[in-house]
Nanobody
Framework: QVQLVESGGGLVQAGGSLRLSCSTS????????MGWFRQAPGKEREFVAA????????VYADSVKGRFTISRDNAKNTVYLQMNSMKPEDKAVYYC?????????????????WGQGTQVTVSS
């Protein structure tokens, strides 16, 4: 079993930055691809970014490409999401997920484990 705990959410002004962290425990973190997803009120959960087990492969949603950066530190069992140039439409609950595969997956169905989420609010 893998436990995921997100942190770093909060309130930020448009144009500002936040860094989310997702710390993991349980099975070997470095074996898994990791992803970030988000869900805004009244909307379906959507893919944000993903990273492969070794950090060498990353993928992003078009809406965040060039603004957000996903990274991981396998020694600390933690994955990060650096969010810059934030926009009001980035407001959502952000979830990290650990894969059933070692790769950077866009499809949420590929992930076996999910955190509880952290709220991000962007004021205009």
């Amino acid at each position: 079993q893998v436990q995921l705990v997100e942190s770093g959410g909060g309130l930020v002004q448009a144009g500002g930055s936040l860094r989310l962290s997702c710390s993991t425990s349980g099975r070997t973190f470095s074996n898994y691809g990791m992803g970030w997803f988000r869900q805004a009120p009244g909307k379906e959960r959507e893919f944000v970014a993903a990273i492969s087990w070794n950090g060498r492969s990353t993928v992003y949603a078009d809406s965040v490409k060039g603004r957000f950066t996903i990274s991981r530190d396998n020694a600390k069992n933690t994955v990060y999401l650096q969010m810059n140039s934030m926009k009001p439409e980035d407001k959502a609950v952000y979830y990290c997920a650990a894969g059933g595969t070692a790769w950077a997956e866009r499809n949420g169905a590929q992930y076996d484990y999910w955190g509880q989420g952290t709220q991000v609010t962007v004021s205009s």
